[in-house]
C-alpha cells in the first residue's frame, strides 16, 4: 500500500460517453481494490470493489478490472450521466486497511 | 443500516489548545475504525487505524503524542487534536468497518477544524 498513482487529475465527458481512470500500484501484496465516488461536501461512497483473485467486476453501468501482473486497474462508467459528477478515488490495499489514490474530479456536461 | 456520525462538523480552536472529534458507528458495531486527514481538492490520507480495546496504529510520519485516539467501545472512537497549530487545519474524516468483515469501510461526514 502507500503508493498507489491516479490518471487523470481530471476528465470531462459529454453525458453518455465512457469514462475511463486508471490507477497503478507497487505492493505486490495487495489483494483490495476499491472505488469511492466523493461528491462535493460529502463523505466517500464505496461504488465498486475488487479482489486480487478476479479480473473484472461489472455493476449495471460501472466496471471495474484488474491487471495483478502489471499492477493496475481502472474504472469504467458507461453511459455517463450529469449525476456521475464527483471526485471518484480509487484505493488499494489488503482487507485490513488501503491507501487512497490522489482522486480525479469527473464532469459530466449534459 | 451502516450509518457513521462524525462531532463536531466544523470546530475553530485557538493555537496551543486541543480538541477532540469522536466518530460514531450509530446502528452496528466496528472493531476498528480509521482516521483519515483530507487537504482541499486532495486525496484522503490515512492517519491511523483505531483497534477497541488497544492502540491505534499510526502511519508513517504521524505523531502519535500529537493526534491521540482512543477506542473505548465497540461504536465510538475519538481523535484528539493536541496543542493544535495553524497547519493542523484540514478536514478529518473517519470511517469503520463493521466487526465480522473485512473489507468495506463506511465513512462519516467528516470534520473541518481551523486552528487559528
Known amino acids: 500500500g502507500e503508493n498507489v498513482e491516479q490518471h487523470p487529475s481530471t476528465l470531462s465527458v459529454q453525458e453518455g460517453d465512457s469514462a475511463v481512470i486508471k490507477c497503478t500500484y507497487s505492493d505486490s501484496a495487495s489483494n483490495y481494490f476499491p472505488w469511492y465516488k466523493q461528491e462535493l461536501g460529502k463523505r466517500p461512497q464505496l461504488i465498486i470493489d475488487i479482489r486480487s483473485n478476479v479480473g473484472e467486476k461489472k455493476d449495471q453501468r460501472i466496471a471495474v478490472t484488474l491487471n495483478k501482473t502489471a499492477k493496475h486497474f481502472s474504472l469504467h462508467i458507461t453511459e455517463t450521466q450529469p449525476e456521475d459528477s464527483a471526485v471518484y478515488f480509487c484505493?488499494?490495499?489488503?482487507?485490513?486497511?488501503?491507501?487512497f489514490g490522489s482522486g480525479t474530479k469527473l464532469n459530466v456536461k449534459p | 443500516g451502516a450509518v457513521v456520525s462524525q462531532h463536531p462538523s466544523w470546530v475553530i480552536c485557538k493555537s496551543g489548545t486541543s480538541v477532540k472529534i469522536e466518530c460514531r458507528s450509530l446502528d452496528f458495531q466496528a472493531t476498528t475504525m480509521f482516521w483519515y486527514r483530507q487537504f482541499p481538492k486532495q486525496s484522503l490520507m490515512l492517519m491511523a487505524t483505531s483497534n477497541e480495546g488497544s492502540k491505534a496504529t499510526y502511519e508513517q510520519g504521524v505523531e502519535k503524542d500529537k493526534f491521540l485516539i482512543n477506542h473505548a467501545s465497540l461504536t465510538l472512537s475519538t481523535l484528539t487534536v493536541t496543542s493544535a497549530h495553524p497547519e493542523d487545519s484540514s478536514f478529518y474524516i473517519c470511517?469503520?468497518?463493521?466487526?465480522?468483515?473485512?473489507?468495506?469501510?463506511?465513512f462519516g461526514p467528516g470534520t473541518r477544524l481551523t486552528v487559528t
Open positions: 484505493a488499494e490495499g489488503t482487507f485490513n486497511k488501503f491507501y
Open positions: 470511517s469503520a468497518r463493521r466487526t465480522g468483515t473485512f473489507h468495506e469501510q463506511y
